[in-house]
């Protein structure tokens, strides 16, 4: 059986698609540690995950940076997301060594999950909540006046924040690496491959499942007459693969 750790960042959208693996690798025997904020704690308790508290190392915003994140402000979300890694360092460097998870499944934008993944040199899963990214994908995404004139002008804040990773071990060649869907990670992307935009640029080391619905009653609704049940099949972990289909019967 795994020790797998688990890491997302504050938000229900990121979070719940990933309840239904942490159930899954559970009822298999897995040991799953899910590192995470005290809002969801319910929620993976249900899975049968033990939960790791991390909000203690969410920083204080100011009221400046409160807004810009209500914004959606890629700039500021970057430095939030590295700021944190910082301050997480010593206690996941410690959780690293006393657990020693066989395998790390993160969050795409969680970026303690991944920079801890790779300075550990633990094998990494993703998970992707919304479409794969990639420089292909990305034309998709058609952004206003004002999230260009965002990400031109935080581009050297965001590399001043960056510099500040090297002295703890964590190298990283640009922000876009740090979000960006490479072809050599294992990566499992709640949508289909036909919606995926180009999804013929995407290796098979991408697992495009679908949705993925979570539910405390073993995943089994009832809805007048009819039942429906969403099963889980052929869920697998390895020191390097990760391959996931959901089938809806």
């Known amino acids: 059986m795994k020790r797998i750790a688990f890491f997302c960042i504050p938000a229900h959208g990121h979070t719940n ?40 190392y969410l920083l204080k915003l100011t009221k400046m940076e409160e807004a810009e994140l209500k914004n959606v402000s890629v700039t500021e979300m970057t430095m939030q997301g590295i700021r944190t890694t910082l301050a997480m360092d010593m206690f996941l460097h410690n959780e690293f060594m006393s657990f020693k998870p066989d395998v790390v499944y993160t969050d795409s934008i969680c970026f303690w999950g991944k920079l801890n993944a790779l300075k550990h040199g633990v094998p990494m899963v993703v998970s ?19 999230e260009l004139a965002d990400m031109i002008f935080g581009l050297p804040k965001i590399s001043k924040e960056l510099k500040k990773l ?12 740090l979000v960006q869907s ?25 697992a495009f499942i679908g949705p993925s619905v979570f539910s405390k009653m073993n995943l089994i609704r009832k809805r007048k007459d009819r039942l429906f049940i969403f099963l889980w099949e052929r869920l697998l972990i390895t020191d390097r693969i990760f391959i996931a289909d959901v089938l809806r019967h």
């Open 182 to 206: 490479d072809n050599n990670t294992d990566s499992v992307v709640y949508t289909s491959r036909r919606f995926q935009p180009y999804a013929q640029s995407f290796s098979k080391h991408y």
């Open 17 to 56: 698609p990933m309840l239904p693996v942490a159930a899954k690798l559970v009822s298999r025997g897995n040991t799953v540690r899910f590192y995470s904020f005290n809002e969801f704690k319910n929620k993976i308790d249900a899975t049968g995950a033990e939960f790791i508290s991390c909000d203690s």
């Open 128 to 146: 992707t909540s919304t479409f794969a990214f990639n420089q292909m994908s990305a034309q998709y995404m058609k952004n206003s006046l004002k």
């Open 166 to 177: 090297k002295p703890y071990g964590y190298y990283v060649r640009s922000a876009l690496s």
